[in-house]
């Protein structure tokens, strides 16, 4: 499928060209890359200090979470598979990357035909796939887009697959991945010119514009949904995490560990999304709580697995990786490296094991940095200065926390709240409110060592004054005490976590 490699590199094993040819179809093969760490030998010495020094920002925070223990087997395993995904990708090399090109496609072509034998209208709704979210593989779309445009290969294979890519991106509706597959592209171009690839995104340009038409003139809810704005609740998210990373401010709770803390009391752990509810957890990985619940930020994340020592590391990492793809003047490892960047600022592109997409940004780095040299710069004061860069631009919702005042006290026209929980079962409250006309969302979490959604509504005011009875209810833990708080926030989703208004009262577990 794609040109051999340089001269000077040798032929990755037979092996890993298989795995990574069909792993973004079965991604569940993901942990095979640990058998890639021997890899990790053909690296520089720079790169080793920086993987070394990232291997230990994990491992020291994890001697300070709540189960030192747990948390440090966690780092340990999750840190094996991410430099055994580096070491794939050296041994690949960025011009190899191509052969992930046939798993895409399959995973296109399942989606596509899953979605037909079901008779699901795919213009109605957004396109899934059956063991991957709308946004997994819109992200899929665009890695398919920047393989065509970038790598190495006959043409005959990689438009069929770039124009698949983009109508996958659109029917998922996925924001982030539109936004990633043109950020890539565009950054990818501007180290790569050329009269074919500029008519390639000129013709994906108009395509994208086109659709946007259609999507506004014909009522299209998967096109529709690429005007919005709305963040999709992921302003309660963060809060949370922000309460998640107040009680574990040194070394974090523990990686993969977050999901357990942001989990709405009684909820089971869950893979993904299917057409008739959800896939549940085996019970070994149930042990761990959520641990694909993410913070839908990737600094927030860090911060709450692993504390700050473990973010420094991790933005090191992405600051040197990231420069030497543009010191090399790489395009295809520009734009998928920069991509899942883009997308990792309001989900978690980077987490591992996951749906392919956290793999494919490690094999990518990995390609990146094999192709470092002794003389490069990418190792030191580049990486520092790219990795500072990037924490900037990918903490807004934990700047726009920082820059917002607290929360002021809530004014209430009505609230009857039991302050006592004797039995199991639902705990419900009754509130109203005196607000200005508009849309607002109404919230309820509990609180204990950090903070959890019960439930959320939205709330219409037609008009200023009283609004009607609102009702929220239940499951709560059963703790001795825990603190429940009802949040005010606005109707539409923005970047800053912070609600417009809250109060809080006691319940007490008395059995």
């Not at 390609?367 to 002794?374: I, M």
Request: hydrophobic share 50%; glycine share 12%.
């Amino acid at each position: 499928m794609t040109a051999p490699g340089p001269a000077d590199a040798p032929a990755a094993p037979r092996w890993v060209q298989v795995w990574a040819a069909i792993l973004p179809a079965v991604y569940f093969l993901s942990p095979l890359a640990v058998m890639a760490l021997p890899a990790l030998r053909t690296l520089p010495r720079a790169v080793w200090w920086v993987l070394g020094g990232y291997a230990l920002s994990q491992q020291l925070p994890a001697l300070l979470a709540p189960d030192p223990l747990l948390a440090s087997g966690l780092a340990l395993a999750r840190t094996a598979l991410m430099l055994g995904l580096i070491g794939a990708g050296a041994a690949l090399g960025t011009r190899r990357l191509g052969v992930m090109g046939l798993g895409l496609a399959a995973a296109y072509v399942t989606a596509l035909g899953v979605a037909l034998l079901r008779g699901d209208p795919l213009l109605a709704q957004r396109l899934t796939h059956p063991y991957m979210t709308s946004i997994t593989l819109g992200l899929l779309g665009a890695a398919g887009i920047w393989i065509a445009l970038f790598a190495s290969g006959r043409v005959g294979w990689r438009v069929p697959l770039g124009v698949t890519g983009l109508g996958i991106v659109l029917l998922t509706g996925s924001r982030g991945a539109l936004a990633a597959a043109v950020i890539g592209a565009a950054l990818g171009l501007a180290v790569r010119s050329g009269r074919r690839l500029a008519l390639g995104l000129v013709l994906g340009a108009a395509a994208l514009t086109g659709a946007y038409v259609a999507g506004q003139q014909l009522g299209i809810p998967a096109l529709e949904r690429l005007d919005s704005t709305d963040t999709s609740g992921r302003d309660i998210i963060w809060y949370n995490t922000l309460s998640v990373i107040e009680s574990a401010p040194l070394g974090g709770v523990g990686s993969y560990l977050l999901g357990t803390r942001l989990a709405a009391p009684g909820v089971t752990c869950t893979l993904w999304p299917t057409s008739t509810g959800a896939a549940t957890c085996p019970e070994w990985i149930a042990r761990l709580g959520q641990p694909w619940l993410i913070a839908h930020n990737v600094t927030l994340q860090q911060l709450a697995e692993t504390g700050p020592l473990g973010l420094l590391g991790l933005f090191v990492l992405l600051g040197v990786v990231v420069a030497a793809a543009v010191v090399q003047r790489d395009p295809l490892g520009l734009a998928i490296l920069s991509g899942l960047l883009l997308a990792t600022a309001n989900d978690n592109t980077l987490l591992v094991p996951g749906p392919f997409v956290g793999e494919l940004f490690w094999i990518t780095a990995g390609s990146v940095l094999g192709r470092v040299t002794a003389a490069s710069p990418a190792p030191g004061w580049a990486g520092g200065a790219m990795g500072a860069a990037l924490m900037t631009v990918l903490s807004v919702p934990l700047l726009g926390a920082l820059s917002t005042r607290p929360s002021p006290p809530m004014t209430l026209d009505a609230l009857v709240a039991p302050r006592t929980l004797a039995a199991p079962g639902a705990y419900t409250v009754y509130t109203r409110f005196r607000l200005a006309g508009g849309h607002y969302r109404v919230s309820l979490r509990t609180c204990d060592r950090s903070c959890s959604t019960v439930t959320t509504v939205p709330l219409a005011v037609p008009v200023s004054g009283l609004t009607p009875v609102i009702t929220l209810g239940g499951t709560l833990d059963r703790v001795p005490v825990q603190r429940l708080e009802l949040l005010l926030y606005p109707g539409r989703a923005g970047q800053r976590p912070q609600p417009l208004a809250r109060t809080s009262w006691p319940v007490r577990w008395t059995p």
